[in-house]
C-alpha cells in the first residue's frame, strides 16, 4: 500500500467541505477523535490494529497532476481551490493508541489535531484502515481464545473482500494472534510465517491417492502435512498417509514434522478416529490439522467435545468477521481552537444518550490494579490533566453517577495510551514490527480479567470520565437544554 | 490495482504444489472451474463481477527479483524451481461469464485451461477477486430492487474491509445498481458518478445550524443537500433548510438542485413530516435523501410505509454485504489431458451431493423463452455440444431426474455465456467500460422472471445437464462406488 497515492481514497463531501472553508477562509485547528460505540461480536475488548497504515497514508498524502484535473472535470471546483490542494500536504499533529493495544468503547483510539480543512479530508481514509483491521485482529483475538493454545493458521484469502482484505486481513490476523498465514504477499510484506500444504486439486492429478501423498512426502520431508479427505477420511485418506509414514520411517529416513489435514465431515469424530488410527499404526507425534467453515464457536464447542486436533486453519469467518463484519469506528469533532489559541469543547448531540460525544481536547488513562497488572478501569481525562498515584482515585460511571468505585492512593498504577505519532505533519513514532505488536498484543490480553475474556457474555470494562470532564460535557448539554 | 504486483497474492500451498508438480516433470494441461454452490442473501440470482481485475491480475503475473529472493529465503524452494518462476508467465486460456451477466448456482463463471503448474498459482487471487465483487454486485442488487426505482448511493467506504474493499466495492455497487458512490478514487478509476454533501461536522464548526446552511448554499447553488439532523430534525434542521431555500428563491437566485438528508432517527416518519413542512412552505421539488444502516428489508418497511424518501444512500450493509459477507466461489478442477490430448473428466466426490463438482470441459447455454425473453434455464453441457432451437429441448433436473421440461423446437431461444477471454496467454477480449457493463447488468435483470427477482424465498431459476454430461457424470460416480 506505501506504493499507492490513496489521497483520493476519501468521501466527495470531505473535499466539498474543504472548499467551504477554503472559500470562507476557515482554516482554524480542530480536534476529531476517532472512536467506536461496541464492541464487535459482543466481545468483551477490541484489539486497535492498522495504525501503521494510517501513518504510511499520511505520510504519503499529495494530489498529483492527475487527480486535480479529474477533479477540475468534475465541475464543482474552484481554480483557487484546485490550486491549493496541489501544494496540499499534512501539517497536523496525531496521538494514536499503538496497535495491539486492548481498547474499549468510547475512548479515542486515535486524535487529530489540524486545520479543518486538512482533519476533514483524512476522516474517510483513516476510518477505513482503523476499522478493518482492528474488526479482524478483535475477530482473531475470540478464534485464538477459543483454540486455548492451539495454533490458529489464516487461511482466508480466497473469501476476503478484495486483495487488500486478505492482505492487511493477514496482518491484523497475525495482530490477533494467528501463528501464520497461507497469504504469500502478507508474508512477504510484513515478515511473518506463511503455512500450508496441498488442495484437492495435488491428490486428483495423480492416479492414486497414495502416490499422490508420497510423491508430496518425498518432496516436503521436513514438513509433510497430508489432506486426507478427497476420497473417504477414514477408509482410505488415513490409512494411505500411515502407508507413506511408515514406509519413511522403515526407510530409515522417518518425515521430520508431519501430519493430517481433516477439511470435511464432523471433525469432532473424524479426529478421534484418526487419532486412535495414527496412534494405533505407532504415529504418536503426527499431527491433526483441520479446516473447514470454522470459527471461535465451533472451535469451540469441538474442543468441549474433545476433538484431536492440533491446530486450525481458518478462512472465510475469520478474514471476513462473518457474524459482524465491521467495526463501527466513526470520526467525530471535539474542539476548535479560538482566536486565543484554545480549544473550545465541542458535543454532538443526539436523543441517544450512548452516541453524545465526549468533548475536548482528551487523553485516556488506563488504570491498573497494582497486585494483580489487571485493568480497572480507562479514564478519559483532559489532556492537561494529570494523575497522582499516591492519592485516592474515585472513578463514577458517566451515565449513573451513583455508581462509584474509590481506589485507594498506592493500590494502583496509570499509564497514559495516547501517544504521539505526527507532530507539526512529521511522523515522530517509530512502528515496531509486526512480530512486536504481535507479541505485545498477547501481553495486552494479560492484563484483561478473565471475566472480561469469555466468548459469552462477557464482562464489561469500565470506561470512564474524569470530574473535570463530566463536569464541561455537562454544561454543555445544559446549554442545549438537554439532561445527560 | 494494475499497478501492483499481485503474483504472491496467492496462498502457499499453490507454490508448493507448483514445485512438485515441477519435479515430477508433471505439467500436463487442465481444466479448473470457479463456481460458487448458493446465492449470497437467499438471493434468488447472483451479478458476476470482477473480470476486468482478474484480466490485470493476470496480464501482470510476473514473479520480481525480490519475489523469487522472498521465496528463497523461506527455504523450501529448489533453485532450479526458483529459476523457473523468474521466468513464468501465463500462458493458458480463459473462459468466462461477462461481468454484469446474471449467475446461479454450480455453474462455471470462470474456466482456466492451462498447464497444471499455472492453473494452479492463479486460483487464490482469481477467486478473491470474483467473491468479493460478485457479492457486492449481488448485494447492491437486492438493495436497488427494494427501492423500486429510487436512485442508490454508495456511501460505504469509510465501513469497507481496507482501501479495494471501499474501491473495488464501488466499482461492484455501480455494476449493481447504484447511481453514483461518495469514493472519490472509484469516481477517477471507474469513471462514475461521485456524490456527496455534507458531514455533522460541517454545521457544528459555524456558530448556528442556519450559517452553516447558509454558507454550504451560496456555495453549492446547483446541488444542495442540507444535512438536518445535527440538533433536533424537525424543530430545527428542517425549518432552519426551508429559511435558506426561501431566502435565495426570495433574492430571485433560487437553488437549482436542492433538498435535505435525514441521518437519524425514525426515517418514516421524519420523512413524511419533513415533507409536509417543505410542501407547506412551497418547496415541493425539494429531494430527501436519508441514510444510517439501510439495507434492503428496512429500505424495503420504510417504502412500505410511505416514508417520503426520494435517494437513499447506502453505506456499510451494501459495502460489507453485512447479512452475508462472502460469495462461496471454489475453484474445483474439471479435467486433465491425456497424452493423445484428450480432456478426461475428473469428479471431486463428497457424501454431500449438492457438493460433487460437474466433470469435463463445459459450457453454458442460457435458454430463454422465445415470446417473453425470460430465462427458462441454464443447460450446462460439453463445450462441443451444440443445441438445435428447432428442435425440441429436454430438460431434466439433475438430482431429481424424474421432474422433466420439454421445450418445443421454434418457442426457445439460447445464448452461449461463457465467452473467451485468454488465448494462450493473450488477452482476445475487449472489457466493456464499467457504465457499459452496468447498463448490461440493468437488462439481464429484465431477462428474469419476477418470482426471481423478489427478496424472499425467490423462485429458483434451473441449473440442469445436458444428457451427455448427466451420463459421464453418472458412471463415474458409479465407477468410484457411490450413486448420485
Chains 1, 2 share one sequence.
Not at 50 to 62: A, E, M, W
Not at 73 to 90: A, C, P, Q, R, T
Not at 225 to 249: C, H, M, Q, W
Not at 301 to 309: C, E, H, S, W
Request: charged letters at 25%.
Amino acid at each position: 500500500m506505501s506504493k499507492r497515492n490513496l489521497t483520493l481514497l476519501t468521501d466527495l463531501y470531505e473535499l466539498t467541505m474543504m472548499q467551504g472553508y477554503y472559500e470562507k477562509g476557515q482554516n482554524e485547528k480542530v480536534i476529531f477523535d476517532v472512536f467506536f460505540r461496541q464492541n464487535p461480536c459482543n466481545n468483551g475488548y477490541s484489539v486497535c490494529a492498522g495504525l501503521d497504515q494510517v501513518i504510511d497514508y499520511i505520510k504519503n498524502l499529495h494530489f498529483t497532476y492527475e487527480d486535480v484535473d479529474y477533479l477540475r472535470g468534475l465541475g464543482i471546483f474552484k481554480e483557487d481551490f484546485l490550486h491549493y490542494l496541489s501544494g496540499f500536504h499534512f501539517s497536523g499533529d496525531i496521538y494514536a493508541i499503538p496497535e495491539g493495544t486492548v481498547v474499549f468503547p468510547k475512548e479515542p483510539l486515535l486524535k487529530v489535531i489540524a486545520p479543518i480543512m486538512e482533519a476533514q479530508l483524512v476522516e474517510t481514509a483513516i476510518l477505513n484502515i482503523i476499522n478493518h483491521q482492528s474488526l479482524i485482529a478483535t475477530k482473531t483475538s475470540r478464534i485464538v481464545f477459543a483454540a486455548n493454545g492451539d495454533g490458529i493458521m489464516e487461511f482466508g484469502l480466497r473469501r476476503a473482500q478484495g486483495p487488500d482484505a486478505g492482505l492487511y486481513g493477514a496482518r491484523a490476523a497475525m495482530i490477533g494472534g494467528c501463528v501464520g498465514t497461507s497469504n504469500v504477499l502478507a508474508g512477504q510484506m510484513f515478515d511473518v510465517p506463511v503455512m500450508g500444504t496441498h488442495a484437492h486439486s495435488w491428490i486428483m492429478s495423480f492416479p492414486d491417492e497414495y502416490t499422490a501423498f508420497r510423491t508430496y512426502a518425498e518432496m516436503y520431508p521436513d514438513n509433510c502435512t497430508l489432506l486426507v479427505d478427497t476420497y473417504d477420511t477414514l477408509k482410505s485418506g488415513v490409512p494411505n498417509a500411515i502407508r507413506v509414514f511408515r514406509e519413511f520411517k522403515d526407510s530409515g529416513k522417518p518425515l521430520n514434522k508431519y501430519g493430517i489435514r481433516l477439511d470435511s465431515g464432523d471433525l469432532a469424530y473424524l479426529s478421534k478416529e484418526a487419532r486412535k488410527m495414527l496412534d494405533d499404526a505407532g504415529f504418536p507425534e503426527a499431527t491433526i490439522c483441520a479446516s473447514n467453515d470454522l470459527d471461535e464457536f465451533l472451535l469451540h464447542d469441538l474442543k468441549m467435545q474433545g476433538a484431536a486436533i492440533d491446530s486450525w486453519g481458518v478462512g472465510t469467518n475469520l478474514i471476513t468477521s462473518k457474524d459482524c463484519p465491521s467495526f463501527g469506528g466513526v470520526y467525530k469533532l471535539a474542539a476548535i481552537q479560538n482566536e486565543e489559541g484554545e480549544f473550545v469543547p465541542k458535543i454532538k448531540i443526539s436523543e441517544n444518550t450512548e452516541k453524545i460525544t465526549n468533548p475536548g481536547n482528551k487523553t485516556i488513562y488506563r488504570i491498573y490494579e497494582k497486585k494483580s497488572g489487571k485493568i480497572k478501569a480507562d479514564l478519559i481525562c483532559f489532556s492537561d490533566e494529570v494523575i497522582d498515584i499516591e492519592q485516592d482515585l474515585l472513578l463514577f460511571d458517566p451515565i449513573e453517577t451513583w455508581k462509584k468505585t474509590k481506589l485507594s492512593g498506592g493500590t494502583y498504577t496509570v499509564r497514559e495510551i495516547l501517544v504521539p505519532v505526527f507532530k507539526n505533519g512529521e511522523c515522530i513514532y517509530k512502528s515496531p514490527t509486526l512480530k512486536e505488536i504481535a507479541s505485545y498484543c498477547c501481553s495486552e490480553k494479560d492484563t484483561l480479567w478473565d471475566e472480561t475474556k469469555r466468548l459469552f457474555y462477557p464482562h464489561r470494562v469500565y470506561v470512564d470520565l474524569s470530574k473535570k470532564l463530566y463536569d464541561v460535557k455537562k454544561s454543555l448539554l445544559d446549554q442545549m437544554n438537554m439532561t445527560d
